[in-house]
T-cell receptor, first 116, second 110 residues
Framework: GAVVSQHPSRVICKSGTSVKIECRSL??????MFWYRQFPKQSLMLMAT?????????EQGVEKDKFLINHASLTLSTLTVTSAHPEDSSFYIC????????????FGPGTRLTVL | DAKTTQPNSMESNEEEPVHLPCNHS???????IHWYRQLPSQGPEYVIH???SNVNNRMASLAIAEDRKSSTLILHRATLRDAAVYYC???????????FGGGTRLMVKP
């Protein structure tokens, strides 16, 4: 299947700093990418949908000014957690949908964010 | 998207078949049934999907009830590497994203 990568896989930062997470589709073009968050022992929760070249659509309760999403190319989307706080510590997972196969959605390996 | 109901957890013995059930009584005619699984500390992995007919691939089989109100993911011979959380998800034809429910945590005993 198609490959989605995320970088970094793990990040530890101090409270108040900003963290950028990259999501890349390696062997396909993705006009649509999704960002999920997962707390321990819980399911994935969709944060936002990002479309290449346009503004992201955020789910209810997700602050767009805190979680900045940029989908500047067909293979790259970034999520920036601004002014991170300990409650933002979570597992962040991106997903990309192949433009040619809309029924398939491929997930990245996730980024574990720990805010001290 | 319509809701799915799965058991919280199931246990299986290694090398035996596993049947993971999913109820989706409010499924609509255009909803596809998707199964993903998530191994610990990893992103979800696609397993299989179907619409009306049963489906087979190298990972699993998907049996869909005639009224489509339930489905069963079948792992023919469970291995220790199949221990994961299995998510049954409905996605409408016009839908854009996958919405995850609680899933079933499968434990495989040696």
């Amino acid at each position: 299947g198609a490959v989605v990568s995320q970088h970094p896989s793990r990040v530890i930062c101090k409270s108040g700093t900003s963290v950028k997470i990259e999501c890349r589709s390696l062997d396909f073009q993705a006009t649509t990418m999704f960002w999920y968050r997962q707390f321990p022992k819980q399911s994935l929760m969709l944060m936002a949908t990002s479309n290449e070249g346009s503004k992201a659509t955020y789910e209810q309760g997700v602050e767009k000014d805190k979680f900045l999403i940029n989908h500047a190319s067909l293979t790259l989307s970034t999520l920036t957690v601004t002014s991170a706080h300990p409650e933002d510590s979570s597992f962040y997972i991106c997903s990309a949908r192949d433009s040619r196969a809309i029924n398939e959605q491929f997930f990245g390996p996730g980024t574990r964010l720990t805010v001290l | 998207d319509a809701k799915t109901t799965q058991p919280n957890s199931m246990e299986s013995n290694e090398e035996e078949p596993v049947h993971l059930p999913c109820n989706h009584s409010t499924i609509s005619g255009t909803d596809y049934i998707h199964w993903y699984r998530q191994l610990p500390s990893q992103g979800p992995e696609y397993v299989i999907h179907g619409l009306t007919s049963n489906v087979n691939n190298r990972m699993a089989s998907l049996a869909i009830a005639e009224d489509r109100k339930s489905s069963t993911l079948i792992l023919h011979r469970a291995t220790l590497r199949d221990a994961a959380v299995y998510y049954c998800i409905l996605r409408s034809n016009a839908g854009n994203m996958l919405t995850f429910g609680g899933g079933t945590r499968l434990m495989v005993k040696p």
